[in-house]
């Protein structure tokens, strides 16, 4: 399957400023978004993937449906979270992959005024 382009930072960026309470900031000195100060993507050190909150049964699912696209490290091996290749994964998956660590942490509030938006 071809991918349209490479997702970058800028590609995070769009899809986070449209989610209530999105704040932009550096997690481990790397660009970041949290939510109620809650960690949400970090761009990882290497500049060219991310570390994405999500629980181990999307992470399962991820990995499973597209590896070329969604891993994880040792590192992540116990904690909440996939990592993923910006050269590699769809806009649609990146859309809701940022979107469901969004609606994990964000609460309802804001998770309403998201949805009265859309």
Same mark, same amino acid.
């Given at each position: 399957?071809?991918?349209?382009?490479?997702?970058?930072?800028?590609?995070?960026?769009?899809?986070?400023?449209?989610?209530?309470?999105?704040?932009?900031?550096?997690?481990?000195?790397?660009?970041?978004?949290?939510?109620?100060?809650?960690?949400?993507? $970090?761009?990882?050190?290497?500049?060219?993937?991310?570390?994405?909150? /999500?629980?181990?049964?999307?992470?399962?699912? $991820?990995?499973?449906?597209?590896?070329?696209?969604?891993?994880?490290?040792?590192?992540?091996?116990?904690?909440?979270?996939? /990592?993923?290749?910006?050269?590699?994964?769809? @806009?649609?998956? +990146?859309?809701?992959? +940022?979107?469901? @660590?969004? $609606?994990?942490?964000?609460?309802?509030? +804001?998770?309403?005024?998201?949805?009265?938006?859309?």
């Amino acid at each position: 399957m071809p991918h349209a382009s490479k997702a970058t930072w800028d590609s995070v960026r769009r899809v986070m400023q449209r989610l209530p309470g999105a704040v932009e900031g550096t997690s481990y000195g790397t660009a970041a978004f949290h939510v109620r100060r809650k960690f949400l993507v $970090r761009l990882r050190e290497d500049g060219e993937t991310l570390a994405v909150r /999500c629980d181990f049964d999307e992470r399962d699912a $991820r990995m499973a449906a597209d590896p070329k696209a969604f891993f994880i490290t040792d590192h992540y091996k116990n904690y909440p979270a996939v /990592c993923v290749r910006l050269a590699a994964v769809k @806009a649609t998956d +990146l859309k809701s992959v +940022l979107e469901s @660590a969004w $609606r994990r942490e964000a609460g309802s509030r +804001l998770i309403a005024e998201l949805d009265g938006k859309d």
